[in-house]
């Protein structure tokens, strides 16, 4: 028996991609302990039973989804590689045991994560459709509801946001977070994200990035990890070269929604938690974020939170990846102009 730091690493399938196996080769860490309960969609209540907690090894990361994915063909099913990089850097750190509790889904929402009482009330699982994504509170009542109230320090979250095009979206994800806190009887529960890929579905990210951004600032103890700067040197000509739809620029990361770098995603999410939940306060864990701006003589001031020593640009030239849009309230109708920009005084017009 352990007693120790318990994590739930949850969302879609970003935070699904296993281990790769070189790392797993030398994940000998009898510190770490994994959970995984995110197999093949279940259709049942005993869901529980067919996985359990096992020893983090070279072998148990490769397999610890199999108990529930007897389906080989669907590829392999190891644990979580954002979970795993993010629970060593806590344990090595922080030097006590750690666990981690992988509930993901892919292609899922932040309403199918909510629960919703009345959807258990009214049938059971057994009665349900084989597809459960898309259906508010599905998630949560075959995926997540067995885990309360299992005593959890906190949740990283990476994706969950397949309706990301829904104009509330932003609403959603607030409310998913408030009603876990509720669930758990904790609301100060922290709640650490992801922030999602560069990809080009859905006309673009924009939307998604602000809604992350506006979470983070309205609901107390979350924090977001950027990920927009890792590009993920893609050779598949599938995603390599292609242009925002609405811009025309290059994606950075060639717009793949499933790019590689997943240890600095969490890694960033590690240190978010390091100083938020933990109070190692040596760490710069938010580089520049928009905090307000002034118009005045035909430019935009800008002003940034966490500028640190100040704003700069590592080759010394001019930012070229700014955007302006015309201000509607109409989210439906928002659109984005490229924009020149340079810093001043701390502030960027």
């Known amino acids: 028996m352990l007693i120790g730091e318990v994590w739930i690493c949850s969302g879609q399938s970003n935070m699904g991609r296993p281990v790769n196996e070189e790392d797993a080769r030398t994940a000998e860490w009898p510190g770490i302990r994994l959970f995984n309960s995110s197999g093949d969609t279940p259709r049942r209540d005993d869901v529980d039973d067919a996985t359990e907690w096992t020893v983090c090894s070279p072998k148990s990361i490769l397999t ?80 997540l509801r067995g885990l309360v109230p299992f005593a959890i320090r906190g949740v990283v979250w990476y994706q969950g946001e397949d309706d990301g095009r829904n104009a509330k979206y932003d609403e959603d994800f607030a409310r998913m977070i408030l009603a876990w806190r509720a669930q758990w009887g904790r609301e100060d529960l922290p709640f650490y994200f992801a922030q999602i890929a560069q990809t080009g579905y859905a006309g673009g990210m924009l939307r998604v990035w602000e809604s992350q951004v506006r979470v983070m600032r309205t609901v107390p103890h979350t924090g ?42 969490a890694a960033r999410l590690a240190d978010i938690a390091l100083v938020k939940t933990y109070g190692q306060p040596d760490r710069t864990v938010f580089g520049p974020m928009y905090e307000s701006h002034e118009v005045k003589d035909g430019r ?50």
């Open 224 to 265: 977001l990890a950027v990920s927009n700067d890792i590009y993920d040197g893609t050779t598949n000509g599938d995603f390599r070269e292609r242009l925002d739809p609405e811009l025309g620029w290059p994606l950075v990361g060639g717009g793949n929604p499933h790019p590689t770098g997943k240890p600095r995603v």
């Open 64 to 143: 610890a989804g199999d108990a529930l994915s007897p389906d080989k063909s669907k590829g392999r099913r190891g644990f979580s590689e954002v979970a795993f990089h993010f629970g060593r850097k806590i344990h090595q750190t922080l030097k006590v045991p750690v666990g981690l509790i992988q509930v993901n889904c892919g292609g899922s929402t932040a309403a199918d994560w909510t629960p919703m009482p009345e959807i258990g009330a009214k049938r059971t699982v057994d009665e349900r459709l084989p597809k459960v994504t898309h259906m508010p509170g599905m998630l949560y009542w075959i995926r």
């Open 300 to 349: 935009v001031r800008v002003k940034f939170s966490f500028t640190g020593s100040g704003l700069s640009t590592r080759d010394g030239k001019e930012p070229d990846w700014f955007e302006v849009s015309d201000g509607t309230q109409d989210r439906n109708r928002l659109k984005y102009v490229k924009a020149g920009a340079f810093p001043k005084n701390g502030h960027l017009l």
